[in-house]
């Protein structure tokens, strides 16, 4: 059974400003993301305060992440749903995370909230908004794992 799922990859990249990146997706929007608040607070990404560094940002092997010097590196699930948020479809944000922070594929999130599997492709992809009772079905799922 073939995946519905897209992979998102990067097809260009730049630094606009300290801790802002211009991001042009291969089969998406091209989206200005704003990173400042993270290279603030992780450690990991420390080295990018140095605007000189931030400025020397390249796309990763394949598409898959953006990279600077040093072997700082930033992958694209995480700058999609960053652009997800950029673009005012935090919908679509917020269910992939509660699937990634559930460990849930298609398949184990559609019998989760009992609806297809396609139906979640589209949520997961962006495809169609995100509903408010699937919303809330998520939260509700989380809730019942919790008291399990």
Avoid at 8 to 19: D, K, T
Wanted: neutral net charge; proline residues 5%; hydrophobic residues 40%.
């Amino acid at each position: 059974m073939r995946s519905l799922e897209r992979t998102r990859v990067i097809e260009r990249v730049s630094a606009e400003a300290p801790g802002m990146l211009r991001v042009k997706w291969r089969d998406g929007p091209e989206v200005d993301v704003d990173l400042s608040r993270d290279i603030g607070r992780l450690n990991a990404l420390r080295s990018l305060r140095n605007p000189a560094v931030f400025a020397r940002a390249v796309v990763g092997e394949w598409g898959h992440s953006v990279e600077w010097p040093d072997d700082v590196e930033i992958g694209s699930g995480s700058l999609w749903r960053d652009t997800l948020s950029a673009i005012g479809r935090d919908d679509t944000r917020g269910f992939l995370e509660w699937r990634l922070e559930n460990g849930l594929s298609l398949s184990a999130a559609a019998e989760a909230l009992g609806v297809s599997r396609r139906a979640v492709a589209y949520y997961s992809n962006g495809d169609r908004p995100v509903p408010r009772p699937i919303q809330l079905a998520c939260r509700g799922w989380e809730a019942l794992q919790a008291a399990a």
